[in-house]
């Protein structure tokens, strides 16, 4: 089952996140709401794609609840894309690393230091893989044809822990995780 933002928005949304791991059913709803709005409007903030403020503090509720992880938010979405992958053909898995940015003046919990440590510059890293069905070629035809996306197949996150603090011993600093 291929999916596409191109049908409805708010089929779409529907299909792809009805199996959100989520308690609640109103919670499901709203992320599904959610992602309609990203549908219609790419790029838009929350406050901007929410049509009243009850919507933005709903939204926002949502997403500091202890249910609302990528995970469970994307199970039903992932569920499909592990479904659509089971059909005979060739993919791709296509995966990259980029920075989120939350920076301020004022440093935020949960985030970490990002870029080269600049002086307010903090977020996290995500690593999304992409799994896209690669077109059959072998029927004769000369022209490459696109690839079709089929959706997200996974993605982990991971916020990087401060420098050396001016008081660490080196046994401490060798504790640290190192990236590499």
């Not at 599904?32 to 990203?38: D, R, S």
């Not at 503090?57 to 979405?77: F, I, M, S």
Request: proline letters at 6%; charged letters at 20%.
């Amino acid at each position: 089952m291929q999916s596409s933002v191109h049908q409805e928005p708010q089929k779409w949304a529907e299909a792809q996140f009805a199996g959100a791991r989520l308690t609640d059913i109103r919670r499901v709803a709203r992320v599904q709401k959610i992602a309609e709005a990203m549908a219609v409007h790419p790029g838009r903030s929350m406050p901007q794609l929410c049509h009243s403020p009850y919507a933005v503090k709903a939204t926002y509720n949502l997403c500091t609840h202890v249910e609302a992880t990528p995970e469970h938010l994307q199970a039903g979405h992932r569920a499909l894309v592990q479904q659509a992958m089971r059909q005979p053909g060739g993919y791709l898995l296509w995966e990259d690393t980029t920075e989120l940015s939350g920076s301020g003046k004022q440093a935020l919990a949960g985030l970490g230091p990002i870029g080269h440590s600049a002086v307010g510059l903090q977020g996290f890293f995500v690593h999304p893989v992409l799994r896209v069905r690669w077109s059959d070629t072998s029927q004769g035809t000369s022209t490459r044809q696109p690839v079709a996306g089929i959706g997200l197949g996974d993605q982990h996150s991971d916020v990087r822990t401060p420098c050396r603090q001016p008081r660490e011993s080196s046994q401490e600093r060798r504790k640290r995780a190192r990236e590499s």
